[in-house]
Nanobody
Framework: QVQLVESGGGLVQPGGSLRLSCAVS????????MAWSRQAPGNQRELVAA???????NYADSVKGRFTISRDNAKNTVYLQMNTLKPEDTAVYYC??????????WGQGTQVTVSL
């Protein structure tokens, strides 16, 4: 059974930083794309950042210059470094992975709250 385990969420003050991680476990051979999405109360879920197996990245305009997505293919892990956090970044952040010949899987979500 494929499982995505997220960590790193929590409460942080505006201007602070957090690093989220997501490790994919199970019988996984190749992960094509890994991504982070978020959903704030009353909002639709939106793509925050994505990274391909080759290292190409894409970011939402709202986080460009502040967030960095990276991956460690040997560990089947994706990271999201979040700097200069703003209250509007508050949301549940979800990791997902498109696994070759298997499908797309999602993590359980981790709460990020940016507040004084």
């Amino acid at each position: 059974q494929v499982q995505l385990v997220e960590s790193g969420g929590g409460l942080v003050q505006p201007g602070g930083s957090l690093r989220l991680s997501c490790a994919v476990s199970g019988s996984v051979f190749s992960i094509n794309v890994m991504a982070w999405s978020r959903q704030a109360p009353g909002n639709q879920r939106e793509l925050v950042a994505a990274i391909t197996s080759g290292g190409s990245t894409n970011y939402a305009d709202s986080v460009k210059g502040r967030f960095t997505i990276s991956r460690d293919n040997a560990k089947n892990t994706v990271y999201l470094q979040m700097n200069t956090l703003k209250p509007e970044d508050t949301a549940v952040y979800y990791c997902n992975a498109a696994i070759r010949r298997m499908g797309t899987y999602w993590g359980q979500g981790t709460q990020v709250t940016v507040s004084l």
